[in-house]
């Protein structure tokens, strides 16, 4: 069976510090990945996408970037957080692009203070 | 892509069967209807899929009225773990893309009440 695993489960980040979020996809061999973000109260967002290694396709600038270093791992990072950045942080991964049954990680709570 | 609509919120007590709508009146023929559910602090997670007709699965049941512009998701005998947000998704299945082509709306909110 396929896993999802995000980290942290928190994180509470001054203003102009960096930040890096993580995900991994174990049991399943070139997944379409996502980062998702939804601002508190507010709706889901995509950031971007990717569907190998090495590529990543930006779909909202948000002055964040995100890198595939593996072909199981996404990364999210930027080098100066803004308050704007706080909200909830998804990734989420599907079998071939186009395929729209997406799933899900449990999220990374950002607070920016 | 097609616009959806559906109740901001909902209400029921558990054990009852709670049916949300959801119109895309403009819906087109490439396109088909899902269905994600959010509880708080959790990623959505996929409920069921149609594109017509009437689909049912372990969780729920999807009719799709036959012109498509109307569809309802029918939750048998709701429980507590059953209050989520409901979002309700209309978009094409590009064989040929690269991105899944999703867009969260802001969805039905149910509570549920014991």
């Known amino acids: 069976a396929q896993t999802i695993h995000q980290w942290p489960v928190a994180e509470i980040k001054a203003v102009g510090s960096p930040l890096s979020l993580g995900c991994t996809i174990k049991?399943?061999?070139?997944?379409?990945l996502y980062w998702y973000w939804q601002a508190t109260g507010g709706t889901l967002q995509q950031l971007f996408y990717s569907i190998t290694v090495g590529q990543v396709e930006s779909v909202v600038q948000l002055n964040l970037s995100a890198s595939r270093p593996k072909d199981d791992q996404f990364i999210l990072s930027t080098e100066k957080l803004l308050l704007s950045h706080s909200g909830f942080y998804l990734c989420a991964w599907s079998y071939w692009g186009g395929a729209e049954t997406l799933y899900f990680g449990s999220g990374t709570r950002l607070t920016v203070l | 892509l097609a616009k959806t609509t559906q109740p901001p919120s909902m209400e029921a007590y558990e054990g009852q069967e709670v049916n949300v709508s959801c119109s895309h009146t403009n819906i087109a023929t490439s396109e088909y209807i899902y269905w994600y559910r959010q509880v708080p602090h959790q990623g959505p997670q996929f409920i069921i899929q149609?594109?017509?007709d009437y689909v049912v699965n372990e969780v729920a049941s999807l009719f799709i009225s036959a012109d498509r512009k109307l569809s309802t998701l029918s939750l048998p005998w709701v429980s507590l773990r059953d209050a989520a947000v409901y979002y309700c998704i209309v978009t094409d299945i590009d064989s040929g893309g690269s991105n899944a082509k999703l867009t969260f709306g802001k969805g039905t909110k149910l509570s549920v009440k014991s």
């Open positions: 049991g399943k061999s070139s997944p379409n």
């Open positions: 149609g594109y017509k």
